[in-house]
């Protein structure tokens, strides 16, 4: 168990693409009443964009401690964009985006220009952005202070990295962009290995995959970063 003290810990369910409504509610009627009410800690869900209404709806019936976001969003403003999803309405169901996921960049040729403008329009609509990249090398569009760093060697394949090295990505990032802003870890994270990247306390959080989509496990990872506080 780590524990919270004064800083944010964020821990962000990113569902990528699975659950149907259905499933999705399951998940949010386990979880919500499970997750402590503590303004240090924000837990954030990023379900797929067709249930993303169901779930705030789910989550403000129940009043959980649980913010929503997705996990992508136009470029662009609205208009004649097919198949986009813009931020302006988007707005009235989420808080929160990440943007420049590393299976966006590699399967969808997102460029670090799109997650430049991708951010401007999340923050122009009130949504915080949470920008995703492999390396130190990636650019980080102005403004942004909430980063994840997520190796690609360890999305999905149950090799994290150690917290050493995340740690020392971390202290990297900080120093590049200022030390206000927040660095994630993301990459085969479980409820085993959770606290161990935030003990240094470097690290201000989690970006959690495929151990999200059990809501028993997700319970685990919140539990033992926030030592029941
Ligand atoms: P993973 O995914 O936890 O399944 O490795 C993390 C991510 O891609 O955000």
Redesign the pocket.
Known sequence: MVGLENKNIWIIA?W?SNKTIKEALEWIELVGPRLPKNNNLKVVVCPPFTDVEEVKKAVMVGNYPLIVGVQDLSPFEVGPYTGEESAAILKDFVDFAIIG???RRHNFFETDEMVKEKVEMARKNSITPLV?IEGVDVPIPEGVDLV?Y?PIF????GEADTPQSAGKIATLIKQKTGQDTQVLY????TAENASSFLESKILDGL??????LDPGEFVQIVEAVSGGD
């Not at 360890?154 to 394949?157: H, L, Y």
């Not at 993301?186 to 994270?189: D, E, F, I, K, T």
């Not at 970006?207 to 999200?212: C, D, E, P, Q, W």
């Open positions: 990113n990528k996921h590393s299976e995703c994840a997520e360890a999305i999905g394949t993301g990459g085969s994270v970006l959690v995959g495929k151990a999200s």
